[in-house]
Nanobody
């Protein structure tokens, strides 16, 4: 199983941008669909985006569609989440997860998780 490791979180003002990275160690990330999820304080973990093994299919949550983009570079075993036009409600810990084979938007379908990276958006 690959082990995802997130980076790139931080604090930004509303309207700003951040790019999160997820490095998958311990295997070839091309064998895995990769997803991004987030969890705000006091809320359940929610789906943000997912990308198939060879980037042929991507799915982005309606709440971030048009602002967030998911991409991957299998040569670097890395998945990215580009976040633009950030809003205070995007404040959360963002998690990267890996799932062998086909995509899913359900957190329970992903067996491998990173430790998370915190994103804070101030108004």
């Amino acid at each position: 199983q690959v082990q995802p490791v997130e980076s790139g979180g931080g604090s930004v003002q509303a309207g700003g941008s951040l790019r999160l990275s997820c490095a998958a160690s311990g295997g070839s990330s091309s064998a895995y669909s990769m997803g991004w999820f987030r969890q705000a304080p006091g809320k359940e973990r929610e789906f943000v985006g997912v990308i198939s093994r060879f980037s042929t299919t991507r799915n982005i949550a309606d709440s971030v569609k048009g602002r967030f983009t998911i991409s991957r570079d299998n040569a670097k075993n890395t998945v990215y989440l580009q976040m633009n036009s950030l809003k205070p409600e995007d404040t959360a810990v963002y998690y990267c997860a890996a799932r062998p084979g086909p995509m899913s938007i359900r957190p329970a379908d992903f067996p491998s998780w990173g430790q998370g990276t915190s994103v804070t958006v101030s108004s």
